[in-house]
């Protein structure tokens, strides 16, 4: 049972959240940042600060002592929403590839750095840390990946539109198209039915544009450093140096704290709390403490995951909206003020939320 001296170590590891959010919010409000410097400190932390975060959180993990079905239900979980939002978006009229991103990082993304470690390990024990620390990697390594890689597909497919509108038809009606440098605007092509069939793009040059960007992001490569070095490190038993540990954690430790400085900037810009308006902002709830939790439940019954594991992966499901998700909607401006009224709404309501289902899957014990 969770004890008042565990809650405290919660709200403990929270209020670091809120202070820096706060002081993001009263910089601005005091016109201390400009807009566009905000815009810098949102950029830094996506190019800089952020890959070096991902490179310590994973070559730090002992890829060797995964637990694999535990593992697999989170795969699963991501997955099934994943093809769900895919299959709404190829079917329906409202759907869009900016949608299902927004939609798959509320339902699947967790904040399982600073909350899920203080607030599982007050439930679930020493354990559950290690576990969190697994959920990060696998993140880390596929899922904000993939997210990137659709946000540059969106922004290559974009700019490819644009630059065919600009072009004039050659005598065959087919269009001369050089392929630009992406800036991810994240913004849906404002294209007629007519001009849709003529100049539809071809898959394949889009893929290629979004290789070649995704190539170019600094967390593509902190993801495959930090796994391939703790795959050496972990099998033959070596420490990485010191000098060099310490210069990452300098500028990593700052990640947090600034996207969440960030979330609080972006809010001061806006005239209303719940920037994104009341419907969309239970929309965001709904995704991320009923979806995202149940279709967690039913994948670990799938795959077999029972007792306290089970409990564990349902209710870091029931986490907050991880931060980098607002850090990277607003650096690919795909709807940042969902993404930030998930953050922000989020941290306020998860810790009764995840006491409530650490409460109801108690009760099946």
């Keep these: ?32 940042f400009t807009p566009e410097q905000c815009v810098g400190i949102n950029h830094f932390v996506a190019l800089l600060a952020v890959p070096l975060l991902i490179f310590r959180m994973i070559s ?17 979980q991501k997955v099934i929403i994943l093809a769900a939002l895919a299959a709404w978006a190829r079917f329906s009229n409202n ?10 990082s509320l339902a699947t993304l967790p904040n399982t750095v600073l909350m899920g470690v203080p607030v599982l390990r007050g439930m679930y024990g020493p354990m559950s840390e290690n576990l969190m620390v697994q959920i990060v990697v696998l993140q880390f390594v596929v899922w904000y990946v993939l997210v990137v890689f659709l946000f540059e597909y969106m922004a290559a497919q974009n700019a490819f539109m644009e630059q065919q509108q600009m072009s004039p038809p050659q005598a065959n009606g087919s269009h001369s198209v050089d392929i630009p440098a992406v800036n991810a605007d994240g913004s849906d092509p404002d294209v007629s039915i007519a001009q849709e069939e003529t100049i539809r793009p071809s898959g394949m040059l889009i893929l ?33 140096p ?17 996207g969440m400085f960030s979330v609080g900037a972006f809010m001061a810009q806006r005239k209303k709390f719940i920037t994104c308006g009341y419907y969309l902002a239970v929309l965001a709830m709904v ?28 209710v870091q499901a ?3 909206l991880a931060v980098l998700s607002f850090v990277y909607a607003e650096e690919y401006n795909v709807h940042p003020d969902i ?22 899957l108690g009760l099946e014990r």
């Design 208 to 240: 290629v544009m979004a290789v070649k960007k995704i190539l170019k992001i600094p967390s593509t490569y902190a993801s495959l450093l930090g796994l391939f070095w703790s795959l050496i490190a972990f099998r033959f038993g070596i420490k990485m």
């Design 287 to 314: 995704m991320r403490f009923l979806i995202g939790p149940i279709v967690m439940l039913v994948s670990s019954f799938a795959v077999g995951l029972q007792g306290v594991f089970l409990n564990v992966g349902v």
């Design 1 to 32: 049972m969770i004890t008042w001296s565990s809650l405290y170590h919660v709200v403990e590891a929270m209020m670091p959240l809120y202070a820096a959010m706060a002081l993001g919010y009263a910089s601005v409000r005091k016109k201390a």
């Design 95 to 104: 759907g869009s590839i900016a949608w299902v991103i927004t939609l798959f």
């Design 242 to 258: 010191a000098i060099i540990d310490n210069s990452l954690s300098i500028i990593s430790v700052s990640a947090i704290g600034l």
């Design 339 to 360: 993404m930030s009224t998930g953050v922000i709404v989020g941290i306020f309501i998860s810790v009764p939320l995840t006491i409530l289902y650490y409460v109801l």
């Design 318 to 320: 029931a986490l907050p």
């Design 60 to 76: 730090s993990n002992n890829p060797y002592t995964m637990n694999i079905r535990f593992l697999a239900a989170d795969t699963l």
